[in-house]
């Protein structure tokens, strides 16, 4: 079960890096749009968040359910607003700030509520 949380944590990792990288290469563009990276991204990190938390619960480890919720709330905002604005042509800056914005607090939830750092 520890190489199946490992493996999951990696892919996890590596979709918010594939979203906030997406996120990151328009930030000298006039012009903003969601991109494959973006999109490929947000889905891997939220269906490998969800197994994630899954294979905690079946090996009964100790999950910090508040933490799960504000991942979990803050992930499916991201996943909608994205999956909404894929086919469009442009979307506004303030939503580019703003994904940029919730995709690192997901990032910072999940490395700063930890109990490595109480």
Do not use: Y
């Not at 995709?103 to 509520?113: D, F, K, S, T």
């Amino acid at each position: 079960m520890e190489t199946l949380r490992l493996v999951l944590l990696v892919i996890h990792i590596v979709g918010f890096a594939a979203l906030i990288g997406g996120l990151l290469a328009q930030a000298g563009e006039q012009e903003k749009k969601v991109n494959g990276a973006m999109r490929d991204g947000v889905g891997t990190a939220f269906l490998a968040g969800l197994a994630l938390v899954g294979v905690l619960e079946a090996d009964d480890g100790d999950v910090n359910h508040a933490k799960i919720a504000v991942k979990f709330g803050i992930g499916l905002v991201l996943l909608v607003l994205i999956m909404a604005n894929t086919r469009k042509e442009s979307i506004p800056k303030g939503l580019w700030a703003g994904l940029l914005v919730l995709a690192i607090a997901n990032v910072c939830v999940a490395v700063l509520w930890s109990p490595a750092h109480t």
